[in-house]
């Protein structure tokens, strides 16, 4: 299976639009392009039950982040502050920045 681009990069603000976690907001952490999916801070949070090892030696429950799938996340404008479509706009430098559909902004640093 191919590994395809994704609307979403690491640091980026998202909000979640379907799910569980519908209508909060967090830190994009990791992207994984090839399964489609994204790690978001302090969302999707699961409990993990692990038995004691040398690293942790007590065990017992763990609470972590699990994945989202790309299609539930959506960025977020910091100009206009609402959940943004983006598209793709090329500079006279050649390079490649984000907009934001409905102000017009670029989304990119």
Excluded at 24 to 47: I, S, Y
Excluded at 76 to 102: H, M, N, P
């Amino acid at each position: 299976m191919a590994v395809r681009k994704l609307h979403v990069k690491k640091n980026d603000e998202v909000i979640v639009v379907a799910g569980k976690e519908k209508g909060k907001t967090g830190k994009v952490l990791r992207v994984f392009p090839e399964d489609g999916a994204v790690l978001v801070e302090n969302l999707n949070v699961v409990k993990r039950h692990t038995r004691p090892t040398r690293t942790n030696a007590e065990g017992g429950i763990i609470e972590k982040e699990a994945k989202l799938n790309i299609s539930n996340v959506q960025l977020v404008c910091k100009a206009c502050g609402a959940s943004a479509r983006t598209g793709i706009r090329i500079l006279e430098d050649g390079s490649k920045v984000r907009f934001c559909k409905k102000c017009n902004e670029t989304v990119d640093k």
